[in-house]
């Protein structure tokens, strides 16, 4: 077996001992990324992404990975549990860093110094000519009679929510906030490495999931070591969308996107063949949660291919 990349010096520990974890089961069973892919429905850049510490395999990966293996799943999520909470612990201080380094950028774009000669005079005609601007804007305004403003050009044109931040999307990102309801993850460029799963459950076998891109500020359900005919819901507020395994070798399903802020506020369901039901719990303070068994008839799953999602 080809000899892997050494783990970054910077992983915490906890992930640290949870990547080695996986790499002994999958040396021991004498797996790759490209047979993982075919066993487990996740694909081989994700697994190579897992095996090397850049990305934390999702906890439906890790319980296929063990069914892959012919190992118990046990010790393994036993372990995934408190990585992942490290993991979320560093993407928040990463987030934290990203933004203090904009604040930063944006005041040393600030002119230092004493102002230029003329400065103030030019400060002053700035300051006239917005004055116009607005005095023009009102009076159109209150015009109208009917209380509600207009818009007069392109210019005047109010930010879409979705445009919460001043920095540009990373490149393949399509849609954000509430531009990407109703859009599917992977098309939209949300999944990958932009996605966690902040929340899980456990119905029979079928592992049901939160999946949460706080790059484009969107949920989704998924379920995974499904078999044909089980469903899988997210609810936020009064929304939802919903997904079906249809196709004999398919073992994963997740829905369209739902623009929410929090994934605490999403809820993901699923309703298998068999009758079972179950979903991730409601609450919380957002922080992606290792979820628990919500079974309530007897097992039923799957194995094969499949998008990720």
Known sequence: MARRKELSDELDPQVREFVELLRGVVDRAGLNPRTLADRTGYGRASWERYLDGRQLAPKGAVVALAEAAGTPADPLTA?????????SRAELRNAGTQDALRIVGVKRAEPDGPPRPGGSRRWGLFVAGVMGVVIVVVGGFLLTGDGDPKPVSDSGRTPSPSASSPTAPPSGVLCGGAACTGRDAEEM???????????????????????????????????VQAAPGDSVRVTVGKTRHTARITAADDTIAYTPMIAVPDPARATACASLASGETGCTGEGGAGRPSSGGTVAVRGPDGGRGGGRTG
Do not use: H, K, N
């Open 79 to 87: 372990a995934w549990e408190p990585a992942e909470r490290a993991w």
């Open 189 to 223: 460029g949300c999944s990958g490495d932009l996605v966690v799963t902040a929340r899980s459950a456990t119905v029979g076998t079928v592992v049901v999931e939160v999946r949460y891109s706080r790059t484009c500020g969107a949920a989704w359900g998924r379920i």
